[in-house]
């Protein structure tokens, strides 16, 4: 396999985490997810020689589709979206070891099918493989498709050894408490908790990771890290697309569960918690669990803990955008909010009195995501800006797309005669540091369930306690449909409702 070039400063770190012979099996094998996303992933990961020797790759669906067409769809997908060239040696050991099987997703024979292609794998390399079901379908099916791996008995191989049979469920997990819950109960019917691994692919994200171990393996933040020295924390997940053709699913969905809910509580989650005992999945996810259960529930009255909004027409880019109700696919009276934000209060010992803002919009002015810790301003006794000096309170922001990376903003003196002081930021750039090349959030976590490891995926009890929380704004918000819902103009940092949100105890959004 084709040695790839590594950035000097990946030289010698270990690249082998060794997987056993594995079939990845993907249900929904034709959708857009699989050619975009995850054949890139494993390619990507055969070309970096992270793949077992025994690699098999199993395409599911109800189109039927010959091998040797799913092979060529899949070798299209490389060519259209892998962040490397198709080297032609790479893909013919995949190639090689893809196949499709044909079947509905509720039809217990199209799966016991399924069940004797994978034992055919088997017996051809007289070894026993685990299989990483991988349900990349509409929600929908996902309850049949874990039914059927449970009645055909995939489910249960191996189940105390370490390539027992392992399931990643794609997001969205449930809409709200209840549809979480039931989800939860089916998976438990039929898998353990620790063959389960439910994605929300922001965790695969390298500063998403980087956070842990900023967090915890450098000294001088830990006595920091608390309500005696940081004022606020602001979470921003920012797109400046609108719903595009995903019209009809945003129209069910919504910024609050699309967002809100999964990606930027997985931010709080992680940036909040305390240190765990280990690296290790269940300490980390303990953890995450404790704090979120710390969060106390929101005040959903106007003037309290959320805020909501559409955008209406407005300029991206310098091109006139249409508003959310012109965009294809949308009620002309839907009261399905593009733009959210919320105020977490953190009911323990290290965040009493710490506002967590959160907030996340579609057609916002920039594409960012960021967590910024703003930190108190020190006693204006020497510098005080009635002095004319120009301070800030020091932000530490990890900016986790695009451009990830790190940066703290600092108060300096400006050079010359005088001392006046003005804030300077301090940045870290991965791509600078590392080379832009990084491996995509979808390989790092196809690998770690391959492996085994659980740690940046979410837990059930961590679903359902996020649900929780936000089940009882989405019932507020359904009530009241249009009421109360705020506008803003596409390509600004949101509405009104979003910045008094923080000016009621006199904070403002950071520009990010
Ligand atoms: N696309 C993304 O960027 C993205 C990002 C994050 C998460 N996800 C999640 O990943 C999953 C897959 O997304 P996707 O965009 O790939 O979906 P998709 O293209 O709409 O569907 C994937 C496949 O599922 C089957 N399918 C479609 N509609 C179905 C239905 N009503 N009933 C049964 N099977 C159906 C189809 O395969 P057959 O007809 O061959 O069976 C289809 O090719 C979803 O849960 C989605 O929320 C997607």
Redesign the pocket.
């Known amino acids: 396999m084709a040695e790839n070039p590594r950035h000097p400063f990946l030289q010698g770190l270990s690249k082998h985490r060794g997987a056993p012979p594995t079939v990845v099996v993907i249900f929904?094998?034709?959708?857009?997810?699989?050619a975009?996303?995850l054949i890139p992933a494993v390619y990507n990961l055969g070309v970096d020689g992270l793949l077992p020797a025994d690699f098999f790759l199993v395409g599911f669906?109800?189109?039927p589709i010959p091998d040797d067409e799913f092979r060529t769809m899949a070798r299209d997908a490389i060519q259209e979206f892998s962040r490397r060239e198709l080297h032609p040696e790479s893909w013919a050991r995949i190639s090689a070891g893809t196949s499709y099987v044909a079947g509905g997703?509720d039809d217990k024979a199209a799966f016991d099918r399924l069940a004797q292609h994978i034992a055919k794998i088997e017996g051809k390399i007289n070894r026993e493989v685990q299989t990483l079901f991988y349900i990349?379908?509409?929600?929908?099916?996902f309850a049949p498709i874990i039914e059927n791996l449970g009645a055909c008995g995939l489910a249960g191989r191996y189940l105390r050894h370490a390539h027992h049979t392992k399931v990643i469920i794609?997001?969205?997990f449930g809409r709200d408490l209840d549809s979480a819950l039931a989800l939860n109960t089916a998976i438990r019917r039929v898998f353990e908790e620790h063959q389960v691994y439910r994605i929300d692919?922001y965790l695969g994200k390298e500063t998403v990771q980087d956070l842990l171990v900023q967090r915890f393996s450098n000294a001088i933040f830990e006595p920091l890290w608390n309500r005696n020295f940081i004022s606020s924390v602001q979470i921003t997940v920012a797109e400046e697309v609108g719903v595009g053709t995903r019209g009809g699913y945003y129209e069910q969905s919504g910024c609050l569960r699309d967002m809100i809910q999964n990606h930027t509580m997985q931010l709080v989650a992680l940036t909040a918690m305390e240190p765990p005992g280990s690296y290790d999945a269940e300490a980390i996810r303990d953890e995450k669990v404790k704090v979120l259960k710390a969060i106390q529930p929101l005040n959903v009255m106007p003037g309290g803990d959320v805020a909501r909004a559409q955008y209406i027409a407005g300029m991206i880019g310098g091109k006139p955008v249409p508003g959310y109700l012109a965009e294809s696919g949308i009620a002309p009276t839907s009261a399905t909010e593009t733009y959210a934000a919320i105020r977490l209060s953190i009911n323990n010992w290290r965040w009493e009195g710490v506002p967590f803002y959160l907030r996340s919009g579609k057609r916002m002015a920039r594409r960012v995501s960021e967590i910024a810790i703003n930190f108190k301003r020190p006693p204006g006794t020497l510098f005080a800006e009635s002095g004319g000096f120009n301070l800030a309170a020091n932000t530490l922001s990890f900016q986790i797309q695009p451009d990830e990376g790190l940066s703290l903003i600092l108060n300096t003196k400006i050079p010359g005669l005088e001392t006046r002081t003005q804030p300077v930021k301090m940045s870290f750039r991965y791509a600078t540091t590392f080379g832009s090349n990084t491996p995509e959030a979808y390989e790092r976590l196809v690998l770690d369930a391959m492996i085994g490891d659980g740690t940046l995926f979410i837990r059930g009890d961590e679903a359902e306690t996020s649900w929780k929380l936000y089940t009882p704004v989405l019932e507020a918000w359904a009530t009241a449909g249009r009421d109360g819902l705020d506008q803003y103009v596409a390509g600004s940092w949101g509405p009104a409702v979003g910045d008094t949100l923080l000016s009621r105890q006199g904070n403002v959004w950071r520009q990010p």
């Open positions: 929904g094998a034709s959708g857009d997810l699989t975009r996303k669906g109800r189109k997703y990349s379908t509409p929600p929908s099916v794609e997001k969205p692919h």
